[in-house]
């Protein structure tokens, strides 16, 4: 096996007003398999066929390999290719307006993160207090149990057979950003301590503003400024504070919505699911029968 002792130099990204918003997914071809975009970034669980690409993305990106590869070459920026093992864990750091290029032989499983440029900045910002950001991808074939942990999750949300919940993706990718600014970025800063929740006036705060917008769409970023906390220290907070994470806690305040439409009126059951958040009347019996043991049906049964 070959493999490079040295990782490729570090793309140092910095702060511009008016800085685009691009589709960070679109560069990703549909039929690569499921995918959610967030406001963070977003995530796709990819099986490719054997191919030979060159990319260049507006975004950064990192792949988790969910599955061994062998022999492929890859380079960023104008390196030579490196052939190497990929085995599963292996993590590929790939960052915005970098060149790459690779080839594999095999078909290829991975776990595909996006993440933007300004909302990895506000995060390091947030996070670390670095008003830039430089990302230094680790030698191609390095494993990452971490990663490989956050990636596996993303793929089971992904893969279900009723549409991702988009809060808890963005949850995961802000963790995975994270993670990445931890330990792939110059960066650097004690792990702050999460032993604490939310203070009684920001759980109060928060739970107040939940209630009056669990229905529209959300994200880890706004629900995090609403508690004045970065990103990541909310959802720990937020844990802490309620016993559930936000997605979990937003599911059950749409749950309960529901409940309450099934019991007091006889809209379509499917028209329920819309005005409570679900996007189909499947999905929301799906969510019911995981959560509550039981069914829209059963619920309207009991008026």
């Known amino acids: 096996m070959k493999q490079g002792t040295e990782g490729p130099e570090p793309f140092v990204h910095e702060r511009r007003p008016g800085e685009p918003n691009p589709e960070v997914l679109d560069i990703i071809p549909e039929a690569t398999g ?3 975009k967030t406001s963070m970034g977003g995530a796709v669980h990819s099986i490719r066929p054997p191919v030979s690409q060159t990319l260049q ?3 950064h990106f990192a792949a988790v390999m969910l599955a061994p590869a062998w022999g492929d070459r890859s380079a960023l920026e104008r390196d030579r290719l490196i052939e190497y ?3 599963v864990g292996a993590l590929v750091v790939h960052p915005a307006n970098v ?4 080839i ?4 290829r499983e991975s776990l595909i993160v996006a993440i933007r440029p300004e909302s990895l900045l506000d995060l390091a910002t947030s996070e670390l207090g670095a008003d830039t950001v430089s990302l230094q991808p680790p030698p191609f074939g390095t494993v990452d149990l971490e990663a490989l942990r956050i ?9 279900r057979p009723y549409p991702a919940t988009e809060l808890y993706v963005d949850s995961l990718v802000t963790i995975f950003a994270l993670h990445l600014l931890r330990n792939y970025s110059g960066a650097k800063k004690p792990a702050p301590d999460y032993r604490h929740g939310l203070s009684t006036h920001n759980a109060k705060r928060m739970r107040a503003f939940l209630e009056e917008n669990f229905l529209r769409k959300l994200s880890i970023a706004e629900l995090a400024a609403v508690a004045d906390y970065s990103p990541f220290h ?3 907070a937020f844990s802490k504070t309620f016993g559930q994470s936000p997605h979990q806690y937003v599911l059950n305040l749409r ?10 009126g006889n809209l379509p059951v499917a028209e329920i699911a819309h005005l409570s958040g679900f996007s189909s009347q499947s999905h929301l019996t799906a969510m019911m029968r995981k959560y509550r043991h039981t069914t829209p049906a059963k619920i309207r049964s009991r008026r």
Request: proline share 8%; net charge negative; no cysteine.
């Open 255 to 264: 749950l309960a919505f529901a409940e309450r439409l099934l019991m007091e």
């Open 34 to 36: 499921p995918r959610l």
């Open 99 to 102: 060149e790459g290029r690779a």
């Open 85 to 87: 093992d990929a085995p």
């Open 234 to 236: 909310f959802i720990r």
């Open 104 to 107: 594999w032989s095999y078909p």
């Open 151 to 159: 990636a596996e999750l993303l793929r089971t949300e992904l893969t």
């Open 57 to 59: 993305a507006a975004a």
